[in-house]
Nanobody
Framework: QLVESGGGLVQVGDSLRLSCTASIRFFTDYAMGWFRHAPGKEREFVAAIPSRGYKDFYEPSVKGRFFISRDNAKNMVYLQMNSLKPEDTAIYYC????????????????WGQGTQVTVSS
């Protein structure tokens, strides 16, 4: 239902854009988000965007560096990641949920398989 792409190995300070292709009926009813899971850590929220694309929301450590966007005409969600740091290394997951609070809390209806992002110093 959700397929991520765009991960890879980059250097500190580089940029990367992740994409999420959503095969969700009534996609525009869903808030969408990105989460990440680093080795030895719990999965954490990264960013979320409401169904109509206003008032996006970020985890403090990525605010100002990462930007979430969506194209409802194409059923796509993106995560533009700039000024990448080694601590951004993780598997990044796309998630979709109709309820904003549940999405941000990590209780999403839909999850992708993840894409690996590795930031090398």
């Amino acid at each position: 239902q959700l397929v991520e792409s765009g991960g890879g190995l980059v250097q500190v300070g580089d940029s990367l854009r992740l994409s999420c292709t959503a095969s969700i009926r009534f996609f525009t009813d869903y808030a969408m988000g990105w989460f990440r899971h680093a080795p030895g850590k719990e999965r954490e929220f990264v960013a979320a965007i409401p169904s109509r694309g206003y008032k996006d929301f970020y985890e403090p450590s990525v605010k100002g560096r990462f930007f979430i966007s969506r194209d409802n005409a194409k059923n796509m969600v993106y995560l533009q990641m700039n000024s990448l740091k080694p601590e951004d290394t993780a598997i990044y997951y796309c998630a979709g949920e109709q309820n904003w609070g549940r999405l941000v809390a990590g209780m999403a209806e839909y999850w992708g398989q993840g894409t690996q992002v590795t930031v090398s110093s």
